[in-house]
């Protein structure tokens, strides 16, 4: 009997250092993920990026090829001293633009099938990587919080560019859903929002997303990502995205697969709730998991031509 629980005590033991460990790999992966985690161009193109949270390859129908005949103009902008990696591709007589935010562990080229839709659609399009991702030489990314005033710096780009009555359309997707409602916080220019998978507080999410990568239970993830982002000058408690929500009246278009592992659909149900627009829409895509709705392109184009017909 002694033997067991001395056993049993020196597995308790190891467990908590490695949950600890964990903990302290993955909010620092969250914040400052190292270069083996940043993707380039190539591994998005080819799909051999995975897409956090995910068994399975995505955008495996985006036409690269094509892509790569856009006019495109690359630039940068800068915010705070960081530089903010972009490209401008127009459209003849464009309604407006849509300046769009990829997810986690992706880069701006994860945001070309998106792109197509909007480009089909009438609109020129602004792809742009966001914090420690792609191209950037930022110290640290914010999950949300430093990418939203990003956001308004290429708004006020594309104000420059395009003219100031141009309409501003905001797309996100996972983590830059949360850019893009966050920068509403920050901006009276943005006309419409389309936030995909978006988890309505950043603390929660980014427990969602360590935990959907390395799934055990574990006691120290929260208090060891809100160290990190205190430590780093941020404050991920305070960094809601259902606040701004709640808190502006841009119409705002919610997507949401029913079938999330990363983030809950709950999430995206209380966006809705805080979302008083009349022309705020939740669409649920049944069975699709996190950031897989565009698989359903037919639906997915459809459904965004609908939100933006007023323009």
């Given at each position: 009997?002694?033997?067991?629980?001395?056993?049993?005590?020196?597995?308790?033991?190891?467990?908590?250092?490695?949950?600890?460990?964990?903990?302290?790999?993955?909010?620092?992966?969250?914040?400052?993920?190292?270069?083996?985690?940043?993707?380039?161009?190539?591994?998005?193109?080819?799909?051999?990026?995975?897409?956090?949270?995910?068994?399975?390859?995505?955008?495996?129908?985006?036409?690269?090829?094509?892509?790569?005949?856009?006019?495109?103009?690359?630039?940068?902008?800068?915010?705070?001293?960081?530089?903010?990696?972009?490209?401008?591709?127009?459209?003849?007589?464009?309604?407006?633009?849509?300046?769009?935010?990829?997810?986690?562990?992706?880069?701006?080229?994860?945001?070309?099938?998106?792109?197509?839709?909007?480009?089909k659609l009438g609109f020129s399009t602004v792809l742009f990587d966001e914090r420690c991702f792609g191209e950037s030489k930022a110290p640290n990314g914010g999950f949300g919080e430093?990418?939203?005033?990003?956001?308004?710096?290429?708004?006020?780009?594309?104000?420059?560019?395009?003219?100031?009555?141009?309409?501003?359309?905001?797309?996100?997707?996972?983590?830059?859903?949360?850019?893009?409602?966050?920068a509403l916080q920050y901006s009276d220019e943005i006309d419409y929002v389309i936030e995909d998978c978006g988890p309505a507080r950043a603390c929660r999410g980014a427990v969602f997303?360590?935990?959907?990568?390395?799934?055990?239970?574990?006691?120290?993830?929260?208090?060891?990502?809100?160290?990190?982002?205190?430590?780093?000058?941020?404050?991920?408690?305070?960094?809601?995205?259902?606040?701004?929500?709640?808190?502006?009246?841009?119409?705002?278009?919610?997507?949401?697969?029913?079938?999330?592992?990363?983030?809950?659909?709950?999430?995206?149900?209380?966006?809705?709730?805080?979302?008083?627009?009349?022309?705020?829409?939740?669409?649920?895509?049944?069975?699709?998991?996190?950031?897989?709705?565009?698989?359903?392109?037919?639906?997915y184009e459809h459904i965004v031509e609908e939100f933006l017909k007023d323009i």
């Open positions: 009997m002694k033997i067991v629980i001395i056993i049993l005590l020196i597995v308790i033991v190891l467990y908590f250092i490695f949950t600890y460990g964990i903990a302290k790999f993955m909010a620092n992966l969250i914040f400052a993920p190292p270069q083996m985690f940043r993707p380039t161009r190539e591994m998005v193109v080819n799909n051999t990026v995975k897409e956090f949270a995910s068994n399975h390859y995505i955008y495996s129908d985006t036409n690269y090829q094509e892509y790569d005949k856009w006019e495109t103009e690359k630039f940068q902008c800068i915010n705070d001293g960081v530089e903010i990696p972009a490209e401008y591709h127009p459209v003849e007589n464009a309604r407006g633009c849509v300046i769009l935010a990829h997810g986690f562990g992706q880069n701006r080229y994860a945001a070309v099938p998106y792109a197509e839709i909007f480009r430093l990418e939203a005033t990003d956001i308004v710096t290429l708004i006020h780009w594309v104000k420059e560019k395009c003219g100031k009555d141009t309409k501003i359309v905001l797309h996100g997707v996972s983590m830059g859903a949360m850019s893009s409602m966050n997303v360590a935990n959907s990568m390395i799934p055990v239970p574990n006691p120290f993830m929260k208090m060891m990502i809100k160290r990190k982002s205190n430590k780093l000058g941020l404050n991920i408690e305070g960094n809601n995205p259902v606040d701004a929500v709640r808190n502006s009246n841009v119409p705002i278009m919610i997507i949401h697969g029913g079938a999330d592992r990363a983030v809950s659909v709950e999430d995206a149900k209380e966006i809705r709730k805080a979302a008083h627009n009349p022309k705020a829409r939740l669409e649920i895509f049944l069975g699709r998991d996190h950031a897989y709705s565009i698989c359903d392109r037919e639906k």
